[in-house]
């Protein structure tokens, strides 16, 4: 039987995992919300960017994406929270609060 890696998630049953010594599927994170356990998500302050976009390439996840040459929305269902976009912004144009 072959497992159909998109059912699989935090909530999957036993049943539902791979066989072991099975490679079901190439790996890839566009079928998961791998940000979703996220404690801290940053916020944009739109008014404050000045569209440099040094903090596009610092994300590990690439949840900055580039839409007509400006500094998109976070993909939140991506992001882990850590940060590093903060500190990449020398405008202060981004800021951490913490996920309800
Ligand atoms: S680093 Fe800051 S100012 Fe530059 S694009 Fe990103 S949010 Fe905007
Ligand atoms: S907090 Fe981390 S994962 Fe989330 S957008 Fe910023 S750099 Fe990327």
């Known amino acids: 039987m072959r497992t159909d890696i998109r059912n699989l998630g935090v909530k999957a049953g036993w049943k539902a995992l791979?066989?072991?010594?099975?490679?079901?599927?190439?790996?890839?994170?566009?079928?998961?919300?791998?940000?979703?356990?996220?404690?801290?998500?940053?916020?944009?302050?739109?008014?404050?960017?000045?569209?440099?976009?040094?903090?596009?390439?610092?994300?590990?996840?690439?949840?900055i994406p580039v839409v007509d040459y400006k500094r998109g929305a976070f993909d939140y269902g991506h992001c882990k929270g850590?940060?590093?976009?903060?500190k990449s912004c020398p405008f202060g144009a981004i800021t951490m609060e913490g996920v309800e």
């Not at 791998?34 to 996840?61: A, I, M, N, R, Y």
């Not at 850590?82 to 903060?86: P, T």
């Open 18 to 63: 791979t066989e072991g010594m099975i490679i079901a599927g190439a790996g890839t994170s566009r079928e998961f919300n791998t940000g979703e356990w996220s404690t801290d998500k940053p916020v944009f302050l739109e008014e404050k960017c000045k569209q440099c976009l040094l903090c596009v390439p610092v994300c590990p996840d690439s949840c």
């Open 82 to 86: 850590c940060g590093i976009c903060v």
